[in-house]
């Protein structure tokens, strides 16, 4: 009888040890939350129905103690399970099927010699307008014209610094007039094409320069909107980056109104929690903006991965390209990579060092 109802003992505490096991599991909360950013980085079977399902998965909750988690869905069908008929773990998931859908949208926009219309993108995939809209722009942050415009200006930006005349330039980049073009040269260049072809020749650039407790912050804005936010230790190497942007532009010092701009700035690097809300004046090139489009999206004490990033723009392959992106941003806080990490977590290179991207950070996660 002792023998008896010491087997009864470990039998009826078996569940409990595995239930406690898979709780104290960081992802089980991820499937209990049907999370989807989870889905792709881990799957989970359950025991007792032979399947094994993504984070995601709208199936009635399993018990804990039935469940077990894998790497891949290829390590749970070695483990003897089958793919749950509900949430298709063993295909992409909804989001990166949408993500490469939107990848063959963008290359077609931009092989194509004229801009396609939404009527035609639409046309092509099959699908009614609003449909194609509603997922280009959650995939890449931007509409399909806004898309079109920026690659059309990152065409035009190459072709200017090569071609012979303005006129080559426009022609070159797929303008089928010139009188088209400059009526958008503006808000493509963020100034003539003939003064951005001077290196910004006749243009106008407030700044100021400010000290803060990440060392010296540097402040500049067009007519558009704040263009550059420069960090470092030494405020003259950060006018001299300025200058080196705008070679030929006039650099004037900021007035009062201005001033008030830069404090609004250096109270968001002080305190994140006060937000920053600021007309701001992006130039870059059609995958640049994409990314930075996704860098803004990231709440302030949160980070994401250059994988993350790179998924969410629906180029998955993309991750070095991603971190050039954030290498190349201007913009600091205003674009927040600082907020993108590698993928174990860990702190990677940040354009105005590491230290200060630890800070912006951990200011961020106390606010």
């Not at 399993?62 to 077990?68: D, I, L, S």
């Not at 073009?181 to 020749?201: C, D, H, I, W």
């Not at 003259?236 to 705008?246: I, P, T, V």
Request: with cysteine; aromatic share 6%; proline share 5%.
């Amino acid at each position: 009888m002792k023998i008896a109802e010491s087997t009864q003992v470990k039998l009826s505490t078996k569940p409990k040890l595995l239930a406690a096991a898979t709780v104290s599991d960081p992802r089980w909360a991820a499937v209990v939350a049907r999370d989807p950013k989870a889905d792709g980085k881990f799957f989970y079977s359950v025991k007792t129905t032979g399947v094994y399902c993504r984070p995601s998965c709208a199936a009635r909750a399993a018990r804990p103690e039935n469940v077990k988690f894998h790497l891949s869905a290829a390590d749970a069908e070695r483990a003897g399970f089958r793919p749950c008929k509900r949430c298709k773990p063993d295909q992409p998931a909804l989001a990166q099927q949408q993500a490469l859908r939107v990848a063959g949208w963008c290359r077609l926009i931009e092989n194509a010699a004229q801009a396609p219309s939404l009527g035609e993108l639409a046309h092509h995939a099959g699908l009614s307008t609003y449909h194609l809209h509603r997922i280009f722009k959650s995939v890449t942050g931007l509409t399909p014209r806004a898309y079109a415009a920026a690659h059309r200006g990152k065409r035009i930006r190459a072709e200017l610094g090569r071609s012979g005349t303005v006129t080559a330039a426009i022609y070159g980049a797929g303008y089928n007039s010139s009188g088209r073009f400059y009526e958008k040269s503006t808000a493509v260049l963020g100034m003539t094409p003939t003064n951005y072809r001077a290196g910004g020749a006749n243009t106008r650039i407030r700044f100021a320069l400010a000290e803060c407790s990440l060392g010296s912050i540097l402040v500049a804005a067009t007519g558009r909107g704040v263009c550059a936010i420069l960090m470092g230790d030494d405020p003259d190497a950060l006018a001299r980056d300025l200058q080196d942007r705008f070679p030929r532009a006039e650099l004037i010092g900021g007035d009062a109104e201005f001033e008030r701009l830069v404090v609004k700035v250096l109270g968001f690097v002080e305190t994140p929690a006060l937000g920053l809300d600021l007309p701001l004046d992006v130039r870059g090139t059609a995958f640049q903006q994409r990314v930075w489009q996704a860098l803004r999206q990231i709440p302030a004490g949160e980070t994401a991965s250059y994988t993350d990033i790179a998924r969410r723009i629906g180029a998955p392959k993309s991750v070095r390209a991603v971190a050039q992106a954030c290498a190349a941003n201007a913009l600091a806080v205003a674009i927040p990579c600082h907020r993108v990490v590698r993928n174990d977590g860990r702190l990677s290179g940040y354009r105005w060092g590491v230290e200060r991207k630890r800070a912006l950070l951990e200011r961020e996660t106390k606010s």
